[in-house]
Nanobody
Framework: QVQLVESGGGLVQAGGSLRLSCAAS????????MGWFRQAPGKEREFVAA????????YYSDSVKGRLTISRDNAKNTVYLQMNSLKPEDTAVYYC????????????????WGQGTQVTVSS
């Protein structure tokens, strides 16, 4: 059974930084595309960032482009989300997810998910 465990969330002031990590137990991690999604209270889950199997291609939503950076370390079976210049509207539960091979930006096409980590940005 594939397991993803997120960590690194917390409370930060606007303008601050956090680094989220997502450790995967799957043997196929190095060939899987990985993504980060978030869900704020009362809102639908939305795409944040995605990365292909090698880390050579990355994708971002317009709302986070230039502030958040996705990366991965296949030797550690871990994907990261570096979050800089955080804004109160970034407050949400952040989820990492994986799927075989191809990067997609839609949540329903991801096969396995973590339990989420809360990020709260105070103004």
């Amino acid at each position: 059974q594939v397991q993803l465990v997120e960590s690194g969330g917390g409370l930060v002031q606007a303008g601050g930084s956090l680094r989220l990590s997502c450790a995967a137990s799957t043997r196929t991690f190095s060939s899987d595309a990985m993504g980060w999604f978030r869900q704020a209270p009362g809102k639908e889950r939305e795409f944040v960032a995605a990365i292909n199997w090698s880390g050579g291609s990355t994708y971002y939503s317009d709302s986070v482009k230039g502030r958040l950076t996705i990366s991965r370390d296949n030797a550690k079976n871990t994907v990261y989300l570096q979050m800089n210049s955080l804004k109160p509207e970034d407050t949400a539960v952040y989820y990492c997810a994986g799927r075989p091979t191809t990067v997609v930006l839609t949540s329903h096409e991801y096969r396995y998910w973590g339990q989420g980590t809360q990020v709260t940005v105070s103004s």
